[in-house]
């Protein structure tokens, strides 16, 4: 079961210069920043809220770390935006099985690894009104890495 939006993804040309905005404009600060190689970002999760099933809701920032990435590859067709959008689930295999029984395109045949040591799949935009989807278990506290 789908319980949070766990994060919003947001693509940018310039982590630093992004990180630092959120911060001048709104306040929000960054919780967690780390590289992830497999996806080809560098990132910073700025967290906005607890929510009511014990995890939270982020902002993600992408700065890609290579041209040929998702988030390099979409930056230069589109520019800096909103790149995704992430629902949370405790049960990140079960979720995508059954969202892929409803002939929804599920990038991944297992779950990868996303940020603080989760576990993430995709949605294709393409079978989702144009939204790229992404779908998050968070880690057990204790395995998190901040
Ligand atoms: N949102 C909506 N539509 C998107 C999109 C996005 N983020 N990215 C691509 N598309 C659309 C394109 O506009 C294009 O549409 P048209 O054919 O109408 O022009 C179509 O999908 C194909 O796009 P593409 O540029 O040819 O890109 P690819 O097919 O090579 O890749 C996708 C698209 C979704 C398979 C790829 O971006 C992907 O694997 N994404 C999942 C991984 C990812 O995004 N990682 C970064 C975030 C990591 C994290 O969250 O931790
Ligand atoms: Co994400």
């Known amino acids: 079961m789908l319980t949070r939006i766990d994060h919003i993804g947001i693509a940018c040309f310039d982590l630093d210069k992004t ?15 780390e590289v992830n190689e497999e996806q080809g970002v560098r990132e910073a999760m ?17 700065e890609p770390t290579r ?9 230069a067709k589109n520019g800096e935006g909103v790149h995704h959008i992430a629902f949370g689930t405790a ?27 989760s576990r993430i799949t ?5 079978d989702c009104h144009g939204v790229l989807t992404e779908l998050v278990t ?5 395995a998190a890495d901040h």
Request: aromatic share 12%; proline share 5%; net charge negative.
């Open 91 to 117: 049960d990140v295999d079960g979720d995508s099985e059954a969202i892929r029984g409803k002939g929804v395109r599920v990038l991944y045949d297992e779950p990868r690894t996303g940020s603080m040591g």
């Open 19 to 33: 990180v630092e905005f959120y911060r001048a404009t709104y306040g929000f600060e960054v919780f967690h920043s």
């Open 46 to 62: 700025l967290k906005i809220n607890e929510t009511s099933d014990g995890g939270a809701s982020y902002l993600q920032l992408l």
């Open 122 to 126: 995709f949605l294709h935009p393409k």
């Open 67 to 75: 041209e040929d990435s998702a988030v390099g590859k979409w930056l």
């Open 138 to 142: 968070a880690a057990p506290p204790a």
